[in-house]
């Protein structure tokens, strides 16, 4: 049969309000709405980087076009100007010179059709880079949210963990001046119910949560002498008796 000080019994019930506190401090600290905004945020952050990626991909592709496209044009520009140079010097035949002639109107033609390719495909580029500079932009304007949520956030953890501090302090007091074999009972049974392990008696009425008891049960609750420790039959709460207010 465990036995404690009715003075320990008592101060088992402050144990438990701190220990209740605390784990609403914790539960709030997890649950805090800003975490689901940052979680939001940084998911958003993910998807843009991910799509810069593809985008800096096709920006790359492109730009290998457009390099294609001007060595196109330049090489056509250049088998011009070497026939253009062979006519202007007078050193070929009126047949060479015909000929010559016939392939610069052609290669005039291949330009202005590499040209326009080239204008396509630089027109395609910009546009590329327009989008990828956008993502940019818009990974620069989230990331800068998620700092000011994620300082928001620290603050309002900051508060919390110093109430938590002040409440571990309340509870290592507390627990300093209770019989240890008290409370490793009271641990155990918090342990095992998930959290509560103190109830407060007033008379028949149970105080932190609503517990029934037999009529019997509950004369041997009251009849038990005042250093005993009573628990519950069916969850093992520790009862403490307390004077009906």
Same mark, same amino acid.
């Given at each position: 049969?465990?036995?404690?000080?009715?003075?320990?019994?008592?101060?088992?019930?402050?144990?438990? @309000?701190?220990?209740?506190?605390?784990?609403?401090?914790?539960?709030?600290? %997890?649950?805090? %709405?800003?975490?689901?905004?940052?979680?939001?945020?940084?998911?958003?952050?993910?998807?843009?980087?991910?799509?810069?990626?593809?985008?800096?991909?096709?920006?790359?592709?492109? %730009?290998?076009? +457009?390099?294609?496209?001007?060595?196109?044009?330049?090489?056509?520009?250049?088998?011009?100007?070497?026939?253009?140079?062979?006519?202007?010097?007078?050193? +070929?035949?009126?047949?060479?010179?015909?000929?010559?002639?016939?392939?610069?109107?052609?290669?005039?033609?291949?330009?202005?059709?590499?040209?326009?390719?080239?204008?396509?495909?630089?027109?395609?580029?910009?546009?590329?880079?327009?989008?990828?500079?956008?993502?940019?932009?818009?990974?620069?304007?989230?990331?800068?949210?998620?700092?000011?949520?994620?300082?928001?956030?620290?603050?309002?953890?900051?508060?919390?963990?110093?109430?938590?501090?002040?409440?571990?302090?309340?509870?290592? #007091? #507390?627990?300093?001046?209770?019989?240890?074999?008290?409370?490793?009972?009271?641990?155990?049974?918090?342990?095992?119910?998930?959290?509560?392990?103190?109830?407060?008696?007033?008379?028949?009425?149970?105080?932190? @949560?609503?517990?029934?008891?037999?009529?019997?049960?509950?004369?041997?609750?009251?009849?038990?002498?005042?250093?005993?420790?009573?628990?519950?039959?069916?969850?093992?709460?520790?009862?403490?008796?307390?004077?009906?207010?």
């Amino acid at each position: 049969m465990t036995t404690a000080p009715v003075a320990d019994q008592h101060r088992l019930l402050d144990i438990q @309000t701190l220990d209740t506190r605390a784990a609403k401090l914790a539960h709030q600290r %997890r649950t805090l %709405r800003v975490l689901e905004t940052i979680a939001e945020l940084e998911s958003r952050l993910e998807d843009l980087r991910g799509a810069q990626v593809e985008e800096r991909t096709v920006v790359g592709d492109i %730009r290998r076009e +457009v390099a294609k496209a001007e060595s196109d044009v330049e090489q056509v520009r250049q088998r011009a100007a070497r026939h253009q140079a062979r006519l202007d010097s007078g050193a +070929v035949s009126a047949k060479e010179a015909q000929a010559l002639q016939a392939e610069l109107e052609q290669l005039a033609r291949r330009q202005g059709d590499l040209e326009e390719a080239e204008l396509e495909v630089m027109e395609r580029l910009e546009e590329a880079e327009s989008r990828l500079a956008e993502l940019g932009e818009q990974e620069a304007a989230i990331a800068a949210d998620v700092a000011r949520h994620v300082a928001a956030r620290d603050a309002e953890w900051s508060t919390i963990d110093g109430q938590l501090e002040s409440v571990a302090r309340e509870r290592a #007091a #507390a627990a300093d001046q209770t019989d240890a074999g008290l409370l490793a009972l009271y641990d155990r049974v918090r342990e095992r119910t998930g959290g509560l392990a103190a109830v407060a008696l007033y008379g028949s009425r149970t105080e932190g @949560t609503q517990l029934d008891f037999s009529l019997t049960e509950l004369d041997a609750i009251h009849s038990a002498p005042a250093e005993q420790v009573v628990q519950h039959e069916d969850y093992g709460y520790i009862i403490v008796r307390m004077e009906p207010k």
